[in-house]
């Protein structure tokens, strides 16, 4: 059922099982992907508490605990947990791409009303104090939450990074060069100066 994209039936299922096997591991696993795949990721993170201590040496439990922890915002825990995963079984490649994902959320800004990661094409942030938000959490909050700002200052929404335009090769003057590469021209020629002196 879950491999046909049917998690509501297969919760159904496994829920009326689990009442007469309550501790039937594997059901909880299935039963926890289930709910991962319907939303429900409170009541998937209960089952994989469970389901890791039973079965701490399994790197797929603990890299879905991961996942499932990243998901709620718990970013500690999905760290330890996808660290878990990696050290059952460092050839595990989705332990280590959850691994990844985790570190990489732990890096970015947190909004300053709901403290999740803000990723860069979500962002809001105040123009005066520099707090940064989710674009839900500022428009819900009316703005700035800072008490320096009282929530009067405009926002820069950061949609998209600004590069200078690329100019096609056909287009090109002889002798243009890209800028990228006419910076690297300019760094040689400032190494071969030092190493001539």
Not at 18 to 28: N, Y
Not at 172 to 186: D, E, F, H, T, V
């Amino acid at each position: 059922m879950l491999r046909e994209g049917n998690p509501e039936e297969a919760a159904r299922v496994l829920s009326h099982w689990l009442r007469d096997h309550p501790v039937d591991t594997r059901a909880q696993d299935l039963l926890a992907a289930a709910y991962f795949e319907m939303g429900a990721y409170e009541d998937s993170l209960k089952l994989l508490e469970g389901v890791v201590k039973t079965w701490p040496h399994k790197a797929r439990c603990w890299r879905n605990y991961a996942m499932v922890l990243r998901k709620v915002g718990r970013l500690d825990a999905a760290l330890h947990a996808a660290l878990e995963a990696v050290e059952r079984d460092s050839s595990y490649r989705k332990a280590q791409v959850e691994l990844r994902k985790v570190r990489r959320l732990l890096r970015l800004p947190t909004c300053r009303i709901c403290g999740y990661p803000v990723q860069f094409d979500e962002e809001y942030r105040c123009s005066s104090c520099g707090w940064r938000y989710h674009e839900d959490c500022w428009r819900e909050e009316k703005g700035c939450i800072n008490p320096r700002c009282h929530g009067e200052v405009d926002i820069t929404v950061a949609r998209e990074r600004v590069r200078a335009p690329e100019v096609p090769a056909a287009q090109r003057k002889p002798g243009c060069l890209p800028w990228s590469l006419l910076g690297l021209g300019m760094v040689a020629a400032s190494l071969v100066s030092l190493i001539q002196r």
